[in-house]
């Protein structure tokens, strides 16, 4: 039985953190919302405590988990982690965020592993721009993109974070890589998450002209009705989502997520800090599943709309 929050909607996703360790430094990440330890304080589940998580949310109903980071593949045992989730009965779908520099000789073996569909955060495919952005090298990320693709993932997605003067002038570039490369392009627009009022300020773009030239070129439009009604647009092509969460009443009214941070906090919200529920405590002093569960329940009533209609 799934679930339903306190205004009707259903939880479908889970939407886990594996560590927050990443080897690039991009400018504008949301680091899933987390806010930064203190020194000394960080904590990282081990792949038990994952794993039990995971199977826990499955049997309430959960049938879809994402597995984000930091980036994901610097922990020594994510594959492992892949291939245990993977053989839960009951779940549907199992998914990664990664920056991708270091997919390209994993693939095949998370592949192997379970693993079927991934992102792959992708801001330009311009070297300098993106050492400017990541402090990293671009092409160890496109490697990552075509041996996903080679490799059999479906859908491939390229998630590209459009920020203003600095690779807005290059989204069609993009939405042409993405086709030619047979991915899906997902334009995002800038959160105001863990970054200061004056990035956002410089850097914030509206993706409303993007989506009005898509409307035009479209052959098709979708929408995805148990993903915040996103919107998708199937061009000649290519195929493009436009992610618009900013003061986004219809976004925020179609969530069915709930994340899990890298220290083991259930997070009912992307932009919510103030309510998280702490599940790895409890699960290391000795709590059985019916108790963590319920810590499941409790976060599930305390999702609600963060913009309200």
């Known amino acids: 039985m799934v679930l339903t929050d306190n205004c009707g909607r259903p939880l479908f996703n889970l939407r886990i953190a594996i560590t927050r360790r990443c080897n690039l430094r991009c400018s504008y990440c949301h680091a899933e919302g987390e806010k930064k330890p203190r020194r000394g304080t960080d904590v990282e589940m081990d792949a038990d405590e994952i794993l039990r998580i995971v199977r826990i949310a499955v049997s309430l109903g959960i049938s879809k988990v994402k597995l984000t980071g930091g980036e994901p593949l610097l922990r020594n045992d994510t594959f492992s982690i892949v291939e245990r989730i993977a053989s839960i009965p ?9 920056n991708g520099t270091k997919l390209a000789p994993l693939a095949k073996e998370l592949y192997a592993a379970g693993l079927r569909r991934v992102n792959i955060n992708l801001p330009t495919t311009d070297a300098e721009v993106y050492e400017k952005l990541t402090g990293g090298a671009v092409e160890n990320a496109l490697k990552g993109v075509k041996a996903a693709l080679e490799t059999g993932f479906s859908p491939v997605k ?25 991915a899906i392009l997902q334009l995002i627009e800038l959160e105001r998450i863990n ?20 409307k035009q070129k479209a052959l098709k439009t979708e929408v995805r009705r148990f993903m915040q009604n996103r919107h998708i647009y199937l061009l000649p092509s290519s195929k493009v989502e436009v992610i618009r969460p900013m003061e986004n009443a219809e976004f925020c009214m179609h969530c069915t997520r709930l994340r899990v941070t890298s220290h083991g906090r259930l997070k009912t919200c992307l932009m919510k800090n103030d309510d998280l529920i702490d599940v790895l405590a409890p699960m290391r ?22 913009n309200k209609v």
């Open 285 to 306: 002093s000795g709590a059985a599943d019916e108790e963590l569960a319920e810590l499941f329940r409790l976060a599930n009533q305390r999702r609600h709309p963060y």
């Open 158 to 182: 390229i998630n590209m974070l459009v920020l203003k003067g600095v690779n807005d002038d290059s989204v069609f570039d993009m939405i042409d890589f993405a086709g030619k490369s047979g």
């Open 195 to 214: 970054i200061t009022d004056s990035y956002y300020s410089t850097y914030h773009k509206s993706l409303e002209e993007y989506e009005d030239v898509l």
């Open 90 to 98: 009951g779940l549907a779908d199992l998914s990664m965020t990664t």
